[in-house]
């Protein structure tokens, strides 16, 4: 069975500085990865997916994430923080084989960015 | 284009009640999915339906919960006999045959009293 890991609850950092959102992930084979924000009240909003290729994807509002798979890790990374990215997050995955793509979530991550 | 709807918003129900949700996936896509987010149990799946072949149930939590999808579009998930730990909020999600990313609904929050 898959496992997502988020060790943080929550992370904080003021505006203008990088910030890092830690994901690991425990799943047989090759998985596909995914990030999703959750705003107050809404669903989820896709962010971005690796499935392939160049381990540093690039995904809406200026994230990134890389794929590291020797520590299994997809850590969600941004250059520049900014207030309104303040919302929970969640990191995902989907095993290769599994032709269905259901989503095995982490526990989310509240990111405060403050001004 | 608009996105995946779901109805209602909000639904509160008393124990031992049946209640019907409602999702509208995005036009064209094929595959439709069911979660549930609770507190307690994180995300979810739930339900999984991809065009005309059998739903995987296997994430459903008891033989209370079921679903169906109708024409290959609209989707309703049903509880029967509703107990205080449904209460959670129920999230729709579709994707395009040959795409990976799901798009989500904004859920409903169902609340048993």
């Known amino acids: 069975a898959q496992s997502v890991a988020q060790p943080e609850d929550q992370v904080n950092v003021a505006e203008g500085n990088p910030l890092t959102v830690k994901c690991t992930y425990s799943?047989?084979?090759?998985?596909?990865l995914f990030w999703y924000v959750q705003y107050p009240n809404r669903g989820l909003q896709f962010l971005l997916k690796?499935?392939?290729?160049?381990?540093l994807v690039k995904g809406s509002y200026g994230f990134e994430a890389e794929f590291n798979k020797s520590q299994t890790s997809f850590h969600l990374k941004k250059p520049s923080a900014l207030v309104s990215d303040s919302a929970l997050y969640f990191c995902?995955?989907?095993?290769?084989?599994?032709?269905?793509?259901?989503?095995?979530f982490g526990g989310g991550t509240r990111l405060m960015v403050k001004p | 284009g608009a996105g995946v709807s779901q109805s209602p918003s909000n639904k509160v129900t008393e124990k031992g009640k049946d209640v019907e949700l409602r999702c509208d996936p995005i036009s064209g896509h094929t595959a439709l999915y069911w979660y549930r987010q609770s507190l307690g149990q994180g995300l979810e799946f739930l339900i999984y339906?991809?065009?005309?072949?059998?739903?995987?149930k296997s994430g459903l939590p008891s033989d209370r919960f079921s679903a169906e999808r109708t024409g290959g579009s609209v989707s309703t998930l049903t509880i029967q006999r509703t107990q205080q730990e449904d209460s959670a909020v129920y999230l729709c999600a579709s994707r395009l045959h040959d795409s990976y990313e799901q798009y989500f609904g904004p859920g409903t929050r169902l609340t048993v009293t």
């Open positions: 339906f991809q065009g005309n072949s059998a739903p995987d």
């Open positions: 995902a995955v989907s095993p290769r084989e599994n032709a269905g793509n259901m989503l095995t």
């Open positions: 799943v047989s084979g090759n998985p596909y």
């Open positions: 690796y499935i392939t290729g160049d381990n």
